[in-house]
């Protein structure tokens, strides 16, 4: 039967959440099917201190599904679904202490003659000024991290900034068929395919443009690191199974899965260039 639904939610710091489904037959067929589509944003619930516009936490998923039902006679039944989405996150929240932005907080001397550099008890609360990390995309920052070299050599091209993006979907079948005899034959199959990608702040502070000296020699506070990841997989399998009322029961299968994945990571440490 014809039938649908329609969800939406709304809150604080821009959140939002609207789910659509509908289900219902395919003309005159025996199958039906099941479409379900949803959004969901998030504005994120804190503000970089060192750039207002930009937003901390904020979330954003798109998301789509088809369910194909079919069951022509008691006997057989077939089950297909497809599902895909996509993610994109902006830098998250995350908070560094160092003695430019958090002094106050090094209060212990466990070394006795040792500098004050630990932080003894529960730690302070970070307050807004401290907020802060170094989330612009840069045209220094473009120039390491996504040349066009360094793009060829990405696994998946679709990343550009700071936060996290992803692109996933996957894909399933599922037949069902009985004998005669009682004895049922399934087939199932499936693959997933993930490609997403994250840019950070290593010490997550605003440490851009700080200088100093690593083994003597001149070096910059910058640290950042781009990790793009792709994951493939793939699964099928058949069972044949006794019937469920019979005293002595069997089941005898065989299965075969595929995974792969390939990584793409870059870090710049200590200001020096991006390495792999």
């Known amino acids: 039967e014809f039938g649908g639904s329609i969800t939406l939610e709304v809150g604080k710091y821009g959140y939002s959440r609207l789910v659509t489904a509908i289900e219902g037959p395919v003309g005159e067929s025996d199958i039906s099917y099941r479409l379900t589509a949803s959004t969901y944003d998030y504005d994120g619930q804190y503000n970089n201190a060192i750039q207002p516009s930009q937003d901390l936490g904020s979330r954003s998923t798109d998301d789509v599904s088809l369910t194909l039902y079919a069951q022509p006679s008691d006997k057989f039944s077939a089950k297909f679904r497809y599902h895909k989405w996509t993610d994109e996150d902006g830098p998250d929240v995350g908070v560094g202490w160092g003695p430019d932005n958090a002094p106050h907080a090094f209060n212990c001397q466990p070394g006795g003659s040792q500098p004050t550099n630990f932080i003894c008890g529960v730690p302070p609360w970070p307050i807004p000024s401290q907020m802060a990390q170094d989330s612009i995309l840069t045209p220094e920052l473009k120039n390491k991290f996504f040349s066009q070299a360094m793009i060829d050599a990405f696994v998946t091209p679709m990343f550009s900034g700071f936060g996290l993006e992803r ?32 840019m950070n702040d290593v010490d997550r502070r605003p440490t851009a443009g700080l200088t100093g000296y690593v083994l003597f020699a001149p070096s910059s506070a910058d640290s950042y690191q781009l990790l793009i990841n792709k994951m493939d997989d793939s699964h099928q399998e058949i069972r044949i199974t006794s019937p469920s009322d019979q005293r002595f029961r069997w089941l005898i299968g065989a299965a075969k899965s595929e995974r792969k994945g390939l990584a793409t990571r870059y870090s710049q440490l200590a200001g020096y260039a991006p390495s792999a």
């Open 167 to 198: 692109h996933a979907e996957e894909i399933s079948l599922i037949l069902d068929y009985e004998l005669d005899s009682g004895v049922t034959i399934q087939f199932i199959s499936a693959a997933h395919e993930d490609g997403y990608a994250t």
